[in-house]
């Protein structure tokens, strides 16, 4: 039964990340990528994840997606306007390596970041430690220098959307 719920809520969120970069409204694509961060929160759930699927939520579903709205709200972007497409040539050169790009990090994930430990973060010893301070602990230790970085990007990027919507005002 499980596995069924997993393959139906995995479908939901291929088919809502698509709706999204597809949507031309961008109000409407706001609300596609709340849908899918609900559903990844669910897989999460499914993983037995509690903590990462409620900041899942609260996080990125709740806070950060009202953010956008309000940006989006803010900017008073004319949806009616249509975007003019002045290279059309470019499209399908752009959809194959799109298909590429995602087979080699597919390859990739697969032989590298998805080996994992075998054995050493069984479900008996994470019910005994807990998600939270096991988490914790793997965050500010042996990935302290990559949460930096996303730390530091996602800085740059507000900045950097900070600017730009300063400038078309």
Do not use: W
């Not at 996602?154 to 900070?162: D, E, N, Q, S």
């Amino acid at each position: 039964m499980e596995a069924y719920l997993f393959y139906i809520v995995a479908a939901i969120t291929v088919v809502t990340g698509v709706y999204l970069i597809f949507e031309k409204n961008p109000v409407f694509g706001a609300l596609y990528l709340i849908q899918t961060m609900v559903s990844i929160a669910v897989l999460y759930i499914l993983l037995e994840a509690q903590f990462v699927a409620a900041v899942q939520i609260i996080v990125y579903a709740g806070a950060i997606m009202v953010l956008f709205l309000f940006v989006i709200m803010l900017l008073n972007l004319d949806i009616k306007e249509e975007a003019k497409n002045a290279l059309p040539f470019q499209r399908i050169p752009a959809i194959l390596m799109g298909i590429a790009l995602f087979a080699v990090i597919c390859i990739v994930i697969k032989a590298k970041l998805l080996q994992g430990k075998h054995d050493q973060y069984t479900t008996a010893y994470v019910n005994t430690v807990g998600n939270t301070k096991l988490i914790g602990n793997l965050l500010f230790t042996e990935y302290l220098l990559p949460f930096e970085i996303t730390s530091i990007l996602l800085f740059a990027a507000a900045i950097g959307a900070i600017m730009l919507a300063k400038r078309k005002l």
